[in-house]
């Protein structure tokens, strides 16, 4: 039987029950009335923690046997078990747990126990009998490749191909999906592949082997086949592809009118506007009641069924079977990851620490941080740094002066061009308050400056022609002239549409002719961590928080696809919790911007300090979004010596940007560096 939804009342007399396996909720709310009730199966792998939380453990029970998809799904089920104290009758505790040494769960029940200070939990510890389902693998298929369609990729020396998958690698019966491969043939005598993913999560590796795979062939020394694919949740090719929650951009729009989901959130300088604070909380219910929503639209709408099955674990399985069907099973696997194909990238390392080749992981999300809070609070801190890439910017302009940079007109030091740029986010900030349809409002004018923090290489091409651009528009708008600007403006004013290779941050909600994407809420949020208890109003006050105390400039963008992860349906088949800290079959490379606007460099240290000997940091003195973000031979030809000889630098390494290297007329990175004071900005 396949329920959806399970309550009842267990009559007196059934002592034994099995349930499942269920996809969606159970409760055990009376199972204290099952007095009689002994043997207990419950098959849950398709559970979230809501439901596991209202276990309840009778007291009559004899054997419990209970199915886990990953150890920390056991960890939580007993952390919130309830009268653990009562069951005195307790013969036998059968973990079945897919995937998970048993020592791993023992040590994680035993620190479970400790942290409940539950000494009651220990005596179920020698109960446990322990089974662990196998993984479920299948022949790896031979991958034929082929022209690729020219309408995805121009580079006209790529490959492509399709690679079957299962949708769940523990569960034949959830069917198959397919993988849209790309790749570069190596141009040197081919020692195996390079597989890279682009981040996102949702980026697409087609789009970014075609954008980046001279580049990836170059660094890799020519040695190796370049290989990428659009990953589960991505782009029309791959099954199951992109995540779609509505039919149409504009069921979506009429669905949020009226919210800051469509407007973003108005604020000024810290939320030090009292009136400013009352008015976000009031959007609080309805933000709330919307995604709550929206939950339910996903899980009902055409990628519904799908949900389960794109997150992150998942895409790492099908990396090494990818690997396995082209270098074979048990040859080293090289990746690259840069952004979010960092986390992909220390979930590979620690799932599979026995199959590490060469890996290099750039510009990090930090998986303990991922894997222990919840995102929709915590995910903001992704701005740490993104302050001081501004600070860079309004250094380099003021440096550059007006005639390199207009925007310091007037303005003689970085802290008057954050002057000048202020009273324009206020100005498009008043002109908002009064008409909220204005076409730049100032949450248009941060998500265009979090954008350029990405590239310096574009910091004096947005001072000199998009800046002026944005001043006249919002010149218009305040002097009630707002009909004179188009209403939809020239593409220069991302809204919702980010430019290519721009998808790599979540504060952008991507949509395209083919509608709004819920790829990255669907990866996100299937993954993070479950607190159903989190509220729109504890969100709210970490945004403000995040723009008093990390980020003045973007701790208020609105919309995430963050935010959502608490009324977010489903949670992932499989995820990956740590730990973070294996002992890796070949050394790694973190690499990292010293200021990266999405991944502050703390994340490279912490993963590296984690991994201990089996990584080296390299950090890049300068500014952007991972290090490909600015040239430097330096960092290069760590890379290039990495991939071609395995030789790494003795220990944690820094380079500079190349010095010719000028972001503003005249101006290069080490002279920003060395006029940046850290005022305030
Ligand atoms: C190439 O892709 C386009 C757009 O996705 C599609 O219409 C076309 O049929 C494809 N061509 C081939 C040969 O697959
Ligand atoms: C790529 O390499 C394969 C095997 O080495 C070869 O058969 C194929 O012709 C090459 N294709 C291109 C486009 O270089
Ligand atoms: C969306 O499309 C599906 C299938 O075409 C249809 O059943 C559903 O009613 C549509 N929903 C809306 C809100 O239009
Ligand atoms: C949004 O609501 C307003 C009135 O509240 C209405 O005039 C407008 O047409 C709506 N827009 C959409 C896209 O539904
Ligand atoms: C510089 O000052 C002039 C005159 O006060 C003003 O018109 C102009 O907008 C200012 N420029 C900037 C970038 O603030
Ligand atoms: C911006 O304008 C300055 C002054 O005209 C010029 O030197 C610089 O090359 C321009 N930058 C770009 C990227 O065109
Ligand atoms: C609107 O803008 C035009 C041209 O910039 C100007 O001539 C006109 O006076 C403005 N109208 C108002 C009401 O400010
Ligand atoms: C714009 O219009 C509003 C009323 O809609 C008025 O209060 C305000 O003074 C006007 N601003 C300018 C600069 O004309
Ligand atoms: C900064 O904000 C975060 C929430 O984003 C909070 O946890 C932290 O305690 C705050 N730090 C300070 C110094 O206020
Ligand atoms: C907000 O910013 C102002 C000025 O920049 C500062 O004086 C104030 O302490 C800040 N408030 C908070 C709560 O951080
Ligand atoms: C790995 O980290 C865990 C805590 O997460 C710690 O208990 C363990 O000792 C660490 N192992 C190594 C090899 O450092
Ligand atoms: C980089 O800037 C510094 C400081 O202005 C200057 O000394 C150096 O010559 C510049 N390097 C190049 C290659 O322009």
Redesign the pocket.
Request: glycine residues 16%; negative net charge; aromatic residues 0%.
């Given at each position: 039987m396949h329920w959806d939804r399970l309550i009842g009342v267990i009559p007196p007399l059934v002592s034994t029950l099995w349930l499942g396996p269920v996809h969606g909720q159970v409760y055990y709310p009376y199972l204290p009335c099952a007095s009689n009730l002994r043997n207990l199966t419950s098959l849950d792998t398709c559970m979230i923690d809501t439901e596991i939380s209202h276990l309840v453990l009778s007291p009559s029970i004899r054997t419990l046997r209970r199915v886990y998809s990953s150890a920390d799904r056991v960890m939580l089920a007993f952390d919130q078990l309830e009268c653990v104290e009562r069951a005195t009758v307790l013969e036998r505790l059968d973990i079945v747990c897919f995937g998970e040494t048993e020592k791993e769960v023992k040590s994680m029940l035993e620190e479970t126990a400790s942290r409940r200070s539950n000494p009651s939990l220990l005596p179920l510890l020698s109960l446990l009998t322990f089974s662990q389902v196998s993984i479920f693998t299948r022949a790896s298929p031979t991958i034929n490749w082929g022209p690729c369609n020219s309408s995805s990729i121009t580079n006209p020396a790529a490959l492509c191909s399709f690679f079957e998958i299962p949708l769940d690698y523990h569960n034949p019966e959830a069917g198959t999906g397919r993988l849209a491969l790309a790749k570069l043939n190596a141009t040197q005598e081919r020692r195996g592949s390079v597989f890279f993913n682009p981040g996102g999560p949702g980026g697409s590796g087609l789009e970014a082997l075609d954008a980046n795979g001279e580049t990836l062939l170059d660094v890799t020394g020519g040695l190796y086949d370049i290989v990428s694919w659009d990953p589960r949740g991505v782009g029309s090719l791959t099954i199951p592809g992109e995540i779609f929650c509505f039919n149409s951009t504009e069921e979506h729009d009429a669905f949020f009118n009226g919210t800051i989901e469509l407007t973003g959130i108005e604020y000024t300088g810290n939320f030090s506007d009292a009136a400013e604070v009352e008015t976000l909380y009031s959007q609080a219910s309805i933000t709330q009641q919307k995604y709550k929503k929206l939950g339910e639209k996903c899980l009902s709408g055409p990628s519904g069924k799908y949900l389960r099955y794109v997150g992150a674990a998942a895409t790492v399985r099908d990396l090494v079977a990818l690997a396995d069907a082209l270098d074979g099973p048990h040859q080293p696997v090289n990746y690259i990851g840069t952004s979010y194909g960092t986390l992909l990238g220390s979930w590979f390392v620690n799932m599979f620490p026995e199959r590490v080749g060469k890996v290099i992981l750039d510009g990090v999300v930090d998986p303990v941080i991922f894997g222990t809070k919840q995102i929709s609070l915590s995910g903001g801190n992704i701005f740490t740094d993104s302050d001081r890439v501004y600070e860079g910017f309004v250094t380099g302009c003021a440096l550059a002066g007006s005639?390199?940079c207009p925007i310091a007109s007037n303005a003689s030091s970085a802290v008057e061009v954050d002057k000048n740029i202020q009273s324009l986010l206020q100005a498009a900030h008043d002109a908002a308050r009064k008409d909220p349809s204005v076409p730049v409002s100032s949450t248009d004018i941060r998500s265009q400056f979090l954008s350029q923090m990405y590239s310096p290489s574009g910091w004096?091409?947005f001072a000199?022609a998009t800046y002026p651009q944005l001043v006249q528009a919002v010149a218009q708008e305040t002097r009630n002239n707002s009909s004179l600007v188009p209403r939809d403006p020239a593409p220069i004013f991302v809204k919702k549409v980010p430019a290519l290779g721009r998808r790599d941050t979540p504060f952008v909600r991507r949509a395209d002719e083919s509608g709004v994407s819920y790829t990255s809420s669907a990866i996100w949020c299937g993954d993070s961590i479950d607190r159903p208890s989190t509220t729109m109003l504890d969100v709210f006050d970490g945004i403000i928080a995040r723009s008093r105390n990390v980020s003045r400039m973007y701790g208020g963008l609105w919309p995430a696809a963050i935010y959502e992860c608490p009324f977010w349906p489903v949670r992932s088949v499989e995820r990956y919790r740590g730990p973070f800290n294996k002992t890796l079959a070949n050394k790694i490379i973190i690499a990292s911007n010293l200021f990266d606007p999405a991944t502050p460099f703390a994340n490279a240290q912490n993963l590296a300090d984690l991994l201990g000997q089996s990584a080296t940091l390299v950090t890049q003195n300068g500014f952007g979004h991972t290090t490909f973000a600015a040239p430097s031979t330096c960092a290069n030809a760590i890379a290039n010596t990495y991939m071609t000889t395995g030789k790494l630098p003795d220990g944690p390494t820094t380079c500079d940007v190349d010095a010719g290297f000028e972001l503003f007329?005249g101006v290069n990175t080490s002279a920003i560096l060395a006029n940046m004071h850290g005022s305030g900005f």
């Open positions: 005639h390199g004096s091409t000199n007329e």
